[in-house]
């Protein structure tokens, strides 16, 4: 069983960045990879961007474009997604997941609850 548990979120004016955090609990971290997705009332969940065990292999989504960046610790459990030059439209919920599996199409084991992230114009 994992745990995982975000933060970082919250209010940040339009050009501004975030940093979010997702710790995890269990001594397997390195063995799954970690995925950021995020939603937005009345849509569906979409991914954000992906990164391998090793933290050497991300995919982000085409949205991204150059401003985001995921990186793990595997040492502290934890996977971070760097957000630059946010946008209103980056306004949603962010939740971070583990999967087993190599697709980045899941499915995901486990997710966090996710954090609230605000890009005011």
């Known amino acids: 069983q994992v745990q995982l548990v975000e933060s970082g979120g919250g209010l940040v004016q339009a050009g501004g960045s975030l940093r979010l955090s997702c710790a ?4 397997t971290f390195s063995t799954y990879y970690m995925a950021w997705f ?3 009332p009345g849509k569906e969940r979409e991914f954000v961007a992906r990164v391998s065990g090793s933290g ?3 995919y982000f989504a085409d949205f991204v474009q150059g401003r985001f960046a995921i990186s ?4 502290k459990n934890t996977v971070y997604l760097q957000m630059n030059s946010l946008k209103p439209d980056d ?3 962010y939740y971070c997941a583990a999967s087993t599996y190599s697709s980045r199409l899941g499915p995901y084991d486990y997710w966090g609850q996710g954090t609230q992230v605000t890009v005011s114009s």
Request: zero cysteines; aromatic letters at 0%.
């Open 24 to 27: 995890a609990s269990g001594r």
């Open 91 to 93: 306004t949603a919920v």
């Open 38 to 40: 995020r939603q937005t």
């Open 72 to 75: 793990r610790d595997n040492a």
């Open 56 to 58: 050497g292999i991300r």
